[in-house]
Structures are given as C-alpha cells and as structure tokens.
C-alpha cells in the first residue's frame, strides 16, 4: 500500500469537509447503504455526523481523513466524553460497577464513533493505520466503540487490536441497531 497521507480536524474544520466526509461514507458502506437499512442511509449518516461536529457539543472532536495518492480513502473519529455522556445510555454491562464504569471526567474516556475505509481500498492495512493515527497519541484513559455483534470483519480487527467486550447497548439514535461495547485501555 502506497503510505497515507493524514490530516486531522477538529469539528469546525470537519464540518467545512462534509462532502469528502459524506463521499468517504458512501465509498466505504456500500453494501450498507443497498441494504436499505434506514440506520445506514447517507442521509441518517450525514445527520448523525452534523451532530457530532455541533460546536455547542463537540468539544474535543477529531476527524483524521487518510488519503492516498491525494484521493480521500478512509476517515475516522471522535471525542472524549464527558460527565454525564449520553454514549452510555442503555449500557448492560457484562460484568462490574455501571456507576463506576460510566463515570466521566471529560479526560477518562475517549470515543471512538466511526472509521471506515473506501470499499476499493480495503484489506491493505488502511483502517489500523486511521486507528493507530486517532488512538495513538489520545491523553485519555482508555477508548471505547460500538460494534455490531454480526460484523465479523470489523469485530476480528478490532480483537486483534486488542479491544474487548464488556457490554451491549442501543443508542439513541432513531432505527439504531444493538450494538456490543469494547474497550481499549490507552495508550495504545
């Protein structure tokens, strides 16, 4: 794989990149989108991301974007939650404390929301370099991320990285599947 080029925003440069950020999406969820699944259409997508990137709740947001040959080919994101973060809403914790698990500082934990990786350049390493790229260098504690149970892809990636599962959840979002909770502790 040729090397990626990244480059990081935080939410008001991101929103400015909407349309890459958009294209990214539909390149890399193509099956997704033809499932017809209202959770995983471009615009429920769009909508989640304007969220996301809302200066009135994005503190701490980062969008790494990978290009290779100048050409956008994967992104990644998220923030680190804090106190009273709407992320843990519904969580069945396997085992442990859910009072204790779910306290934030705004510096314990960071969210890991997306990453995702252009249909035509996967296999070749791309979406753990984005990861290493957000993860990497995070002051926070340890990183979490939602995973549906059945991506099988996505979920071996994410146990080789070493994330483990300690719970499930539905979020908020309308159409919202459930998804399995991991955790990484950090740094990576």
């Known amino acids: 794989?040729?090397?990626?080029?990244?480059?990081?925003?935080?939410?008001?440069q991101a929103r400015l990149r909407r349309d890459t950020v958009g294209d990214i999406f539909q390149r890399s969820y193509v099956d997704a989108i033809a499932s017809g699944d209202p959770f995983d259409s471009p615009t429920e997508f769009m909508r989640r991301f304007d969220a996301?990137?809302?200066?009135s709740r994005s503190r701490g947001f980062e969008l790494v974007v990978a290009y290779l040959d100048g050409t956008p080919?994967?992104?990644?994101?998220?923030?680190?939650?804090?106190?009273?973060?709407?992320?843990w809403g519904?969580?069945?914790?396997?085992?442990?404390?859910?009072?204790?698990?779910?306290?934030?500082?705004?510096?314990?934990?960071?969210?890991?929301?997306?990453?995702?990786?252009?249909?035509?350049?996967?296999?070749?390493?791309?979406?753990?370099?984005l990861h290493q790229e957000?993860?990497?260098g995070r002051p926070e504690q340890r990183a979490t991320l939602l995973v549906e149970p059945d991506n099988d892809r996505a979920y071996a990636a994410y146990r080789k990285w070493g994330w483990v599962r300690v719970g499930w959840l539905r979020p908020s979002w309308?159409?919202?599947?459930?998804?399995?909770?991991?955790i990484h502790n950090l740094p990576l």
Not at 1 to 12: G, L, Q, R
Not at 97 to 126: K, N, P, Y
Not at 174 to 182: C, G, Q, R
């Open 1 to 12: 794989m040729t090397e990626p080029v990244f480059e990081h925003f935080a939410a008001e």
């Open 52 to 55: 996301y990137t809302n200066p």
């Open 73 to 87: 080919a994967g992104q990644t994101w998220g923030w680190p939650l804090n106190p009273g973060a709407a992320w």
């Open 90 to 129: 519904g969580l069945h914790l396997d085992d442990g404390d859910q009072s204790e698990f779910t306290r934030e500082t705004g510096e314990r934990t960071f969210a890991l929301s997306e990453i995702m990786v252009c249909a035509e350049h996967t296999g070749r390493g791309l979406a753990r370099a």
């Open 134 to 136: 957000l993860l990497g």
């Open 174 to 182: 309308e159409s919202a599947p459930t998804f399995d909770v991991l």
